[in-house]
């Protein structure tokens, strides 16, 4: 087997407040050596005993029957070895129930990442800096208990022993996710999780479909194959010890190639929409479910056309959500009225015209029209308006139907409506309002 010279700061805070530091370097075989036996070995060099130190990584401490094969060290992983007086001293390490949505277990979970060098997904390691020095000399003050608190920045308190023992400073944790093969920081993938028997039944929201359609929640909802370790495909990556699946935390769960075909369709058919908290983004493929998915990163699954795809209609549905278009040049751009609230002109007034930034030519603010219709359009064609058509109840956009059922779908925002209830196509209305 491969020895590996692993760095190691240690580190012992004095009674007047003053911190010793010193570097290591230890020797040790990862496929056989223990944390216990690296903690034997910092003990020699550096003459303290073992039940006085403390071996710390990613802001934990760790156990002493962990190998070290398991703590996927890299080239230029330095370890912190803590000097203290009791166990007592140190901040114990709490076992945490490892579901997708609700908490992570830190350490030893499988992660996963997309990772931009490698182009493709790889489970990942997760590692803790100090969000003030970016050192990783950091022991965190509890652990992350839901995917918001390393997402985010700012979220746990820690104690820094680069900067954060300065004037009794608090310092606070940034979490890293590096992919396992490269150590590249990757985006992690917040909704990929290793496969199991069934879904966790925390990630199962109370009234879903899944709790009573009767659809067993190892299988995946489009395909229905099985979702099983066994039944899956091997990974398409070596460093993938399994097949995630993708799970939105609504209990209907996804294999890899089913999202990937979701993001594709779901591109071609308008089934994105913009959402107010996480973007551009698409649904639970299961019908009435609500789930969406939160990070874009994921629609990298779905190949790199597919993506660049994506995110060339999603700045074009951010643009189109609050733009309106040259009546010249058809270039769309953003324009706030001087007045805000009010552009339509009173009797007297002439009517408010948009400079196009791009061809610098004026249109009329109200109708969107050069030249101007606004002093055209009577009582009465208000009315057959009003009458012919209706708004989209998602971006009210004017529609006229002219002719089969009462299904509609926004060619502006892809929404399916009713024209007879005006609110989302639902299965009523597919019952009561098809041909009214």
């Not at 040049?329 to 196009?356: G, L, R, T, Y």
Request: proline share 6%.
């Amino acid at each position: 087997s491969l020895l590996m010279n692993v760095p190691i700061t240690l580190r012992e805070r004095r009674p007047d407040g003053h911190v010793d530091k010193l570097e290591l370097t230890v020797t040790v075989d990862p496929s056989l050596d223990t944390v216990a036996e690296v903690l034997k070995k910092v003990s020699a060099l550096c003459e303290v005993p073992t039940g006085r130190l403390h071996l710390i990584l990613g802001g934990s401490r760790l156990q002493p029957e962990t190998s070290v094969q398991q703590l996927q060290l890299g080239p230029s992983t330095s370890l912190l070895a803590l000097v203290v007086e009791t166990k007592e001293q140190s901040i114990a390490t709490t076992d945490i129930v490892n579901t997708p949505e609700n908490s992570i277990k830190r350490g030893l979970s499988t992660f996963f990442v997309y990772c931009k060098n490698c182009k493709c997904v790889r489970t990942a390691k997760l590692r803790v800096h100090c969000s003030a020095c970016d050192s990783t000399s950091i022991q965190v003050q509890r652990e992350p208990e839901r995917w918001s608190d390393v997402l985010r920045s700012d979220r746990i308190p820690a104690e820094c022993f680069e900067c954060g023992t300065q004037a009794g400073a608090i310092a606070r944790a940034r979490f890293v996710f590096k992919c396992k093969e490269c150590s590249e920081p990757s985006a992690a993938l917040q909704h990929l999780r290793p496969c199991t028997a069934a879904a966790p039944a925390a990630s199962v929201e109370a009234g879903s479909a899944a709790t009573t359609s009767g659809l067993t929640s190892s299988f995946c909802c489009i395909c229905l194959s099985s979702l099983d370790q066994d039944a899956l495909p091997p990974p398409s990556s070596s460093t993938l010890a399994t097949s995630p699946i993708v799970d939105l935390c609504c209990g209907h769960l996804l294999c890899l190639q089913c999202f990937a075909e979701l993001v594709k369709s779901g591109l071609k058919s308008s089934q994105f929409s913009l959402h107010p908290l996480h973007g551009y983004t698409i649904c639970c493929p299961w019908p009435t479910c609500k789930a969406i998915v939160k990070d874009p990163h994921h629609f990298a699954l779905a190949g790199h056309e597919t993506y660049s795809e994506y995110k060339s209609q999603a700045v074009e549905a951010f643009v189109a959500s609050d733009a309106v278009k040259c009546a010249h040049c058809d270039v769309a751009f953003i324009w706030e009225s001087p007045d805000c609230d009010q552009v339509s002109p009173s009797a007297n007034e002439e009517p408010k015209m948009i400079d196009c930034p791009h061809c610098s030519k004026q249109f009329c603010a109200v109708c969107r029209r050069e030249p101007c219709t606004c002093e055209n359009e009577t009582a009465a064609n208000r009315i057959l308006l009003e009458a012919t058509t209706r708004s989209c109840p998602r971006c009210d956009a004017r529609t006229e139907r002219n002719g089969g059922c009462a299904h509609m779908r926004c060619a502006a925002c892809g929404a399916d409506w009713c024209f007879v209830c005006v609110g989302p196509w639902t299965e009523e209305c597919q019952w009561n309002h098809w041909f009214s």
